[in-house]
């Protein structure tokens, strides 16, 4: 009988950390399927992680770079020879 119920406590506790820590990741804004998504450091619009180019400037500041900002920076400076 006492293990039951110390089987049966173990159970809940381990269902209480599961539902604490899966409404800690929703408290943080991001639903499992924006895991993968970034900002663009210039148009701010967001892309999935893959599509974006990412340069580490500095200690710890890492920039992304969108396809359609990268071909503007492009066209300026083709344009400029
Ligand atoms: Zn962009």
Same mark, same amino acid.
């Given at each position: 009988m006492t293990v039951t119920i110390?089987?049966? /406590? =173990?159970?809940?506790?381990?269902? +209480?950390?599961?539902?604490? +820590? =899966?409404k800690a990741v929703i408290k943080q804004g991001k639903a499992p399927g924006d895991l993968h998504k970034e900002r663009c450091s210039i148009c701010r619009e967001q892309f999935v992680k893959s599509q974006l180019i990412e !340069?580490? /400037? +500095?200690?710890? !500041?890492?920039?992304?770079?969108?396809?359609?900002?990268?071909?503007?920076l492009h066209g300026e400076l083709v344009s400029k020879n």
């Open positions: 110390l089987a049966l /406590v =173990f159970i809940i506790f381990v269902l +209480g950390i599961t539902i604490f +820590g =899966f !340069r580490e /400037v +500095g200690d710890h !500041r890492v920039y992304f770079f969108c396809p359609s900002c990268i071909n503007k």
